[in-house]
Structure formats: C-alpha cells, structure tokens
C-alpha cells in the first residue's frame, strides 16, 4: 500500500491566513490542511479526507495528476473521517470528477445533506454515490471504520442526529499485510484504539494540540477564548497526553510508526527548532511534512 500525506495541518492551514502569530510569522514550512491519500497499486488512489487545499494538493503530487486519457483521474473515492469543514469542503473543488463514490459515517452523511447541503450541490455535477462506513468496499484495500467521538461541526451544532460523529479508519493491505491507521481526531484515547492500532505499521494521529491551554493559556499564543479544550482534540503532551504513552509502547510494539497530523497554526512542534519539535522525535513519534509518501 502506498499512502502520501498530502496535508498536514489542522483547519485553516499554517500559516492561518488571519493569523500573526508567533508560529505563523516565523518563516516554518507551510502546511496544507490534512488530507490522505492511499492506493494498493499505485494507479487508483483513495483520499481520506477532502480537504479544501486539494486542487493544490493534487497539482503537487504526480500520482494523482490527471492522465493517460484527458479527462482521466487516478482518483477512486473519498473516505470522510468527520464532517468539519476542513475535512470535506474539498468535495466541492472535486466536483467536476463527475461523480465518485464517497463513504462517510451516517451522521455525517446527514449532516452534509441537512446542515451544509455539499451532496444535492455536488450531485448536481454528476453521478456521486454516498454509503455508510459499513459497506465501504475499495480497490485492493481493507477498511474498518473505528468509532472515535460525537463531536461535530459547529455548523451541526444543533443536530440530534445518533453518532458516531468521528471515526478512524483501519486500511489493510491483504497483499503485503501492511495495515494503516488514521485518526487525525481524537478527543482522548478510545476504548478499542491499543487493538486497532496493534499491528499498524503506521499510525497517523491527531496532533493538533501541543498542550492543552495552547490557544488561551499564559505562555500560550493568545489567539483563542479559552475553549480549545472543547474542541475535541487530545493534546500530545500534559495529562493523558499521547506522546507519553507512544513513548512506552515504542519498545513493546516495534513495528509501529507514529506520526502526528493535524497540526494546528498555534502548535510549537511546527518549528523544527523548537524544544518541543525535539521532544516529540526522542519520545518515538515522526512529524512528517505534506508529501511524505509511505510504502506499508
Ligand atoms: C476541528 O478539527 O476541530 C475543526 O476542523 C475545527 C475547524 O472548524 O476548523
Ligand atoms: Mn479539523
Ligand atoms: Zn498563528
């Protein structure tokens, strides 16, 4: 399986246009929103996520540039982890695909038809299929969707619509057993998650967050009003941090590689000379760029 991160960063990308940050004026590579893509052959890929940079993403990343034929795509669907903004307004800039199949957890099926109408638009540009997660059925590829939250979008806010909200999702190649998992959206460490990750070669997390107080504490970047912790992100370090624990189950499963995703514009791993950036590589997690490519 081959998989290429295409973006890496957390909604609004960094730097975050609206942004004067320290972080965000300090001349740190750039980073596209988080977006995935997997292939088992190299010829046919699946994204996971759409993120609103993907014409950019795409244009960037000779694997997914249209061709042999002129209106041919190597693109053969679209997993959505989530219903966020950041995560599937990229649909829209896919609409001239003229039609893929997309799979989606089923309230986020119904929050992208009752609360942002993305599926009667995008439907209305070609023959676009929507299932559930349970009847996800790709190229060479095994998926399992992982129920993480039920966090949802602000714009869903008020939908009583059941979760799960969020999910991962488990991608296995039957060929070469390498298996995958991604999950840029964890609220804390799920029961089940030590299993589903037991035999990744790579594990693609949440890095959003830092710490904990990032967007509203004292020695924080003061961008934000102090309801980061709301958000639905599970900081890398602090209490219950996931580094801590990356960090002790290093040496009891050697097979597998952590790398944080996600990363959002107020987060100090994302300058690589930071004392935070460090600790994250000598406590055994990868802080991969957009367009590190892994063959599993
Ligand atoms: C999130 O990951 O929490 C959301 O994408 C936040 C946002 O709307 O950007
Ligand atoms: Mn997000
Ligand atoms: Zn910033």
Not at 36 to 50: E, I, K, P
Not at 270 to 285: F, K, R, T, Y
């Amino acid at each position: 399986m081959k998989v290429i991160l295409l973006g890496t960063a957390a909604g609004g990308g960094f730097p975050q246009w609206n942004c004067a940050c320290r972080l965000c004026t300090s001349g740190a590579t750039p980073r596209t929103q988080d977006c995935v893509a997997v292939s088992a052959d190299g010829r046919g890929w699946y994204l996971l996520n759409a993120s609103p940079d993907i014409r950019a993403q795409i244009l960037a990343t000779r694997a997914l540039r249209a061709g042999p034929g002129p209106r041919e795509i190597p693109l053969r669907g679209v997993l959505l982890t989530d219903a966020e903004l950041d995560h599937s307004l990229g649909l829209l800039m896919l609409r001239e695909a003229g039609g893929l199949p997309v799979w989606a957890p089923d309230a986020v099926l119904h929050a992208l038809s009752a609360h942002f109408p993305a599926r009667s638009i995008i439907d209305g540009y070609g023959g676009w299929d929507w299932s559930s997660t349970s009847d996800i059925k790709l190229d060479g590829l095994v998926v399992r969707a992982f129920p993480v939250s039920d966090k949802r979008p602000k714009y869903a806010r008020s939908s009583t619509e059941d979760g799960p909200w969020v999910v991962a999702y488990r991608i296995e190649d039957p060929a070469t057993g390498g298996v995958l998992v991604y999950a840029p959206c964890l609220r804390g460490w799920p029961d089940g998650f030590d299993e589903l990750t037991g035999d990744a070669d790579l594990v693609l997390l949440d890095g959003t967050f830092h710490a904990a107080d990032e967007m509203s504490g004292a020695t924080s970047a003061r961008v934000g009003d102090g309801a980061q912790l709301a958000m639905g992100h599970l900081p890398i370090t602090g209490d219950g941090g996931s580094l801590a624990r990356i960090t002790r189950y290093r040496a009891a499963r050697p097979r597998t590689r952590w790398a944080f995703t996600h990363l959002n514009n107020t987060n100090p791993v994302l300058d690589p000379a930071s004392a935070e950036h460090a600790a994250v590589l000598a406590g055994g997690a990868e802080l991969p760029g957009d367009g590190t490519e892994f063959t599993l």
